[in-house]
């Protein structure tokens, strides 16, 4: 069998996490052959790199770019998949077509949020309309996505994220990371998620500051790509940050983890979290954003 897979970008998001695991895990199926393509330069889990499979990069030009179906077409063409794997609305809309034209079977796994209010202005929930008919199958990581974005039944595949045991292997000493990021305090609250308007950080970041303006024994962690924008530190106020980590991306996320005493996620739309399950995993009390796939 062969597959390929298709993914806007390997950043340090969830998606991407679950993708790299799986083909991770593939490698040992000797019965079948991938191969990947990324519509990104940008690849945060360097292992992927050590694979030994081939990668494909389709970069657009411009958020419009037509001439991505055609390189597309020729990808196809050429290598002749059985099964096109999408992990994100945007290649959804771009593989669709092409792998109907070509008679691939395409698997949609764009389900990995729980869109709520104004789904009509949702331009992923709009992306969903248009390619779930040229699908074979639709991936979700929750039963509340999958019914959110109204996926036909008989296309419906619901597979909840997973955690490989193999990340803590290899924990750093908490001594190390508490030295490193010159922590003081007794406690650590953190959070793990990419610095935007799906993530509330916001949230976050003024409950810390309520919290410091009763108590001073607490350092907050904001661990996630953009979490160390100007954007960001913005939205803590000067007297309070240096109660606070502003981390950014981070490829060791499991050594900062164990080192907090609580596990935080705010979010406005979610599956299932990988923070949640990472927090889970090293035995850490989570508060999250009730609702949506964490219900």
Known sequence: MKILFVIDTLGSGGKERRLTELLKALKSHQEIDFE??????????????YLGIKIHKVIRKTKRDISVFNKFYCLLRYHKPDIVHCWDSM??????PVARLLGCRLINGM?????????????????????????K???????????????????????????????????VPGANIIGELNIT?????????????????????????????????????????NTDSEESLN??????????RFLGAKTNVESYINIMDIGVLTTFS??????????????????ATGGSGTA
């Open 36 to 49: 990947l393509v990324l519509m990104s330069e940008n690849i945060h889990y360097k292992e992927i790199n």
């Open 91 to 96: 290649t959804a809309v771009y593989m669709a």
């Open 111 to 135: 389900v990995i949020d729980v869109p709520t209010a104004f789904k009509i202005f949702n331009k992923h929930w709009i992306r969903g309309r248009l390619t779930f008919p040229l699908s």
């Open 137 to 171: 199958a639709v991936v979700g990581n929750s039963g509340a996505g999958l019914e959110a974005y109204c996926v036909p039944a008989n296309k419906r595949v619901l597979i909840y994220n997973g955690f490989n045991f193999s990340r803590l292997e290899n924990l």
């Open 185 to 225: 305090t007794e406690l650590v609250v953190g959070m793990v998620a990419t610095f935007w308007k799906r993530k509330d950080y916001p949230t976050y970041y003024e409950a810390a500051q309520t919290l410091l303006k009763k108590r001073s024994d607490v350092t907050f962690l904001a661990i996630g790509a």
């Open 235 to 244: 939205l803590v106020e000067h007297e309070y940050r240096p109660y606070f």
């Open 270 to 287: 979610e599956g299932i979290s990988n923070a949640v399950l990472e927090y889970m995993a090293l035995g850490k009390p989570v508060i």
